[in-house]
């Protein structure tokens, strides 16, 4: 009877247990969790920190889940430690836990950059239920916040508090909103409707520091001008959680190094989700953390499945605010592009080509088939025959299949 053991209870940690179970139905599963709750939906924290969603509805596994799988739950227990060569992993008290087969799906945590000032009392980041329950008591106290970062995670962050009463200033280093997911034309209409919405911004800034002073905050910019704030939140990236990987010995570069089997340079210990590095690549997105961990867990059990890769893409809603980012957005203009929408109304659409085939696609303000476009994208679909009716408002994307 095989033993396995893993550790993270996100994503990657549950679509890895949930396979395993159903390749392996008499085999003893452990999945430990350094947070104290059953796994829920990490998007989603925003909506909590806004007060529109509560805890039970981030829940997506209850414990009865758990017990349903017979899967070993082990909640609020941190591995630490362990020996890849006698293959058991261990605890911050020292008790060891044996394993035939080991993944490390231990996620990320938020990156906090060299800010003087950034541990002070009112600064914060967001990255677990535990992180936002501390922001939404912050924030019943106060009245204003500076968000540092205007990429998708931090301008969602900074939405739950904008929908929590918060006025709600955003400092971005780079000189456009969501540099990884828009160019600048599509960055210049979304800036223009969350303005819209009160949000507040100072592009092409950086921090400086963080000063305490009258009973507040105030992060001072390097061009000088010093910014109030009750609270700040820094959404300044993630970094791939690495330290259980690198106390085993495990191949590390940017994160744990994994091969197109999901495994790592120790044997029988494999990687999945935002700690995983495949080809050179740390996805940090939800869909990709899934697919590792069902790949993952489906050869953990025996199986001989490979990973080829998951095409980006990240949708947000901030206010009735669609957008689809997937694949090439080619932000430089570099590669042939159809683009099309209504700057009045807010909409943008663009499709990203080389050779003839649909390799992006950012879509703003309407989602219009988003599903065939991702379809299409993940195909390689080659467009030559569609090319001159590609950018029509009434285009049917079905024709993409």
Same mark, same amino acid.
């Given at each position: 009877?095989?033993?396995?053991?893993?550790?993270?209870?996100?994503?990657?940690?549950?679509?890895?247990?949930?396979?395993?179970?159903?390749?392996?139905?008499?085999?003893?599963?452990?999945?430990?969790?350094?947070?104290?709750?059953?796994?829920?939906?990490?998007?989603?924290?925003?909506?909590?920190?806004?007060?529109?969603?509560?805890?039970?509805?981030?829940?997506?596994?209850?414990?009865?889940?758990?017990?349903?799988?017979?899967?070993?739950?082990?909640?609020?227990?941190?591995?630490?430690?362990?020996?890849?060569?006698?293959?058991?992993?261990?605890?911050?008290?020292?008790?060891?836990?044996?394993?035939?087969?080991?993944?490390?799906?231990?996620?990320?945590?938020?990156?906090?950059?060299?800010?003087?000032?950034?541990?002070?009392?009112?600064?914060?980041?967001?990255?677990?239920?535990?992180?936002?329950?501390?922001?939404?008591?912050?924030?019943?106290?106060?009245?204003?916040?500076?968000?540092?970062?205007?990429?998708?995670?931090?301008?969602?962050?900074?939405?739950?508090?904008?929908?929590?009463?918060?006025?709600?200033?955003?400092?971005?280093?780079?000189?456009?909103?969501?540099?990884?997911?828009?160019?600048?034309?599509?960055?210049?209409?979304?800036?223009?409707?969350?303005?819209?919405?009160?949000?507040?911004?100072?592009?092409?800034?950086?921090?400086?520091?963080?000063?305490?002073?009258?009973?507040?905050?105030?992060?001072?910019?390097?061009?000088?001008?010093?910014?109030?704030?009750?609270?700040?939140?820094?959404?300044?990236?993630?970094?791939?959680?690495?330290?259980?990987?690198?106390?085993?010995?495990?191949?590390?570069?940017?994160?744990?190094?994994?091969?197109?089997?999901?495994?790592?340079?120790?044997?029988?210990?494999?990687?999945?989700?935002?700690?995983?590095?495949?080809?050179?690549?740390?996805?940090?997105?939800?869909?990709?953390?899934?697919?590792?961990?069902?790949?993952?867990?489906?050869?953990?059990?025996?199986?001989?499945?490979?990973?080829?890769?998951?095409?980006?893409?990240?949708?947000?809603?901030? /206010? $009735?605010?669609? #957008? =689809?980012?997937?694949?090439?957005?080619? @932000? *430089?203009? !570099?590669?042939?592009?159809?683009?099309?929408? &209504?700057?009045?109304?807010?909409?943008?659409?663009?499709?990203?080509?080389?050779?003839?085939?649909? /390799? $992006?696609?950012? #879509? =703003?303000?309407?989602?219009?088939?988003? @599903? *065939?476009? !991702?379809?299409?994208?993940?195909?390689?679909? &080659?467009?030559?025959?569609?090319?001159?009716?590609?950018?029509?408002?009434?285009?049917?994307?079905?024709?993409?299949?």
């Amino acid at each position: 009877m095989a033993i396995y053991v893993i550790v993270g209870n996100g994503v990657a940690g549950n679509a890895a247990a949930e396979t395993i179970r159903r390749q392996d139905p008499t085999g003893v599963i452990h999945l430990f969790s350094r947070e104290p709750h059953p796994f829920y939906y990490t998007p989603a924290l925003p909506e909590f920190l806004a007060g529109t969603k509560d805890i039970n509805r981030l829940i997506i596994h209850p414990l009865a889940w758990y017990k349903e799988k017979d899967i070993s739950f082990h909640p609020g227990v941190e591995i630490t430690g362990g020996d890849a060569q006698a293959r058991y992993v261990s605890d911050r008290h020292g008790q060891r836990y044996p394993y035939d087969r080991l993944l490390l799906a231990t996620g990320s945590v938020s990156f906090v950059p060299p800010i003087p000032g950034a541990d002070l009392p009112g600064v914060c980041t967001l990255r677990t239920l535990e992180d936002a329950r501390r922001i939404k008591e912050m924030a019943a106290h106060s009245r204003q916040a500076v968000l540092i970062g205007g990429g998708l995670l931090g301008l969602e962050a900074g939405n739950g508090l904008r929908q929590a009463g918060l006025a709600v200033t955003v400092v971005e280093f780079f000189p456009r909103l969501l540099p990884r997911q828009l160019d600048e034309a599509a960055a210049a209409i979304l800036q223009r409707r969350l303005e819209a919405m009160g949000f507040r911004f100072h592009l092409g800034a950086t921090t400086q520091e963080i000063l305490r002073a009258d009973g507040g905050l105030t992060v001072v910019l390097k061009d000088g001008e010093r910014l109030p704030a009750d609270m700040v939140l820094i959404s300044a990236g993630v970094r791939p959680e690495v330290s259980l990987a690198r106390a085993l010995g495990a191949r590390i570069d940017k994160g744990v190094v994994v091969d197109d089997y999901l495994r790592t340079s120790l044997p029988e210990v494999y990687a999945a989700g935002d700690v995983a590095e495949h080809k050179g690549r740390l996805y940090g997105i939800w869909p990709a953390a899934q697919e590792q961990g069902r790949i993952a867990g489906m050869n953990m059990a025996g199986g001989q499945e490979s990973y080829a890769g998951t095409v980006p893409a990240n949708t947000l809603k901030v /206010v $009735g605010i669609d #957008l =689809l980012s997937a694949g090439e957005i080619d @932000a *430089e203009g !570099q590669l042939e592009a159809v683009v099309s929408g &209504d700057p009045k109304k807010g909409t943008y659409r663009k499709l990203v080509l080389k050779d003839n085939r649909l /390799v $992006g696609v950012i #879509l =703003l303000g309407d989602l219009t088939g988003s @599903a *065939e476009i !991702q379809a299409a994208i993940r195909a390689g679909r &080659d467009v030559s025959d569609l090319k001159a009716d590609l950018g029509r408002p009434d285009f049917d994307f079905t024709r993409l299949k």
